[in-house]
Structures are given as C-alpha cells and as structure tokens.
T-cell receptor, first 108, second 116 residues
C-alpha cells in the first residue's frame, strides 16, 4: 500500500531550527516534495529531492534517503510567518501522494 | 500564464444539489489532477488526466463524482446529490509529464465547498 507518515503538530521558537521528519512506503518513487500551506490557501512548493542527500535553499533544506524511505525538512532562523502546515508528498510516478501534514506553530 | 486557476473560490450548497467546479491548468502542462482536502488532513488524490484521457480514479471517487477534460485543457469536477460529507477544499493541480517524469506540479487556490 501507499503510506506517508509525518508528525501531526510541532512547536518552535522564533529564531530556532526545526526538523520535520517524513517516512514513506509507496509502490513507485519519482521524487519527494515538500510543500508549505497556510490555512485556507493552496500548497506552495518548497523543495524536491529525487537523489539521496541534502538540498539547500536559503533557510530551508531537505534531505532524502531512498534506502530508508526517509526525508526531513529543516527550517532555520524561524520566523513567525513560518507558522503553517508542511506537507510531505511522494511522486509515485503517476501522481503526488500526501502525508497528513505537520502543523508548525512558531512562538515569539 | 497566471498559474492554475480554479472557479469558484467558495461554494455553499444545500444537501442534494449538484455542483460543478472548474480548473484551468498551466497551458503547457499535459497532466491535470484533482484532490480533496479536509481540515487537518493532507490532500487526498481523486483523479488525474493526461491530455483528455482520464487515467486513474481513486476509490474515494464515488459514483456521484465525475470529472471531465474534454479538450485536454480545462477540467470540470461535478458532484451530484451533494452530502454534508462532501464539504471540503477541492484542489486542482497540473504538471508537465514527459517520458515518465513529471515536472512543475502547481496547485490552484482551491474551491471550498460547504454543504448545508
């Protein structure tokens, strides 16, 4: 079956670093995506990993280990505007399959 | 190109009525996807098209749901005899798929359906 797991909620303090983990089991794999979604809005693209390793883009980094079926999203220098849901999604070669999302609350 | 457009943004309907949503994808994209998202959950896959062909439908898509993409451009999602459990955000996305790889997944702003 298809399964993507991530924590439901996380909290962190402004200026800190937070890591959101995602584990997956899918029938196919053509890359893993991270999206940010603010309440009532569409998901917006953050990162894409298809090969093992770390991809860095400004304050956001994403890591993938295909052999372990594992990814994480690392957010540095947290800002209040980073309070949102973070969605892990796997391209199973036909479509994106999403986890339930991790709601991150950033406190001052 | 202004990205993926969905219309309407919000729809309130009475139980038992039919509703239809429209999605206009990015013009260069050949795949179009429909997802449903309820509060506190990630988007759930409903169906997707490659050009005008509907290639996969989720078991979530009951007989009351039908989607079309008649000319391989815009798509419509119709829900007949709506139920309160249909209340959700309906998201459309598009991508360019070539030789088995998809690029540029982009989501629309969604249509929020409330069934009363």
């Amino acid at each position: 079956g298809q399964n993507i797991d991530q924590p439901t909620e996380m909290t962190a303090t402004e200026g800190a670093i937070v890591q959101i983990n995602c584990t997956y089991q899918t029938s196919g794999f053509n890359g893993l995506f991270w999206y940010q979604q603010h309440a009532g809005e569409a998901p917006t693209f953050l990162s894409y990993n298809v090969l093992d390793g770390l991809e860095e883009k400004g304050r956001f980094s994403s890591f993938l280990s295909r052999s372990k079926g594992y990814s994480y999203l690392l957010l540095k220098e947290l800002q209040m505007k980073d309070s949102a849901s973070y969605l892990c999604a796997v391209d199973d070669t036909d479509k994106l399959i999403f986890g339930t999302g991790t709601r991150l609350q950033v406190f001052p | 190109d202004t990205g993926v457009s969905q219309d309407p943004r919000h729809k309130i309907t009475k139980r038992g009525q039919n509703v239809t949503f429209r999605c206009d994808p990015i013009s260069e994209h050949n795949r179009l996807y429909w997802y449903r998202q309820t509060l506190g959950q990630g988007p759930e896959f409903l169906t997707y098209f490659q050009n005008e062909a509907q290639l996969e439908k989720s078991r979530l898509l009951s007989d009351r749901f039908s989607a079309e993409r008649p000319k391989g451009s815009f798509s419509t999602l119709e829900i007949q005899r709506t139920e309160q459990g249909d209340s959700a955000m309906y998201l459309c996305a598009s991508s360019l798929t070539s030789q088995g790889a998809s690029y540029g997944y982009t989501f629309g702003s969604g249509t929020r359906l409330t069934v009363v």
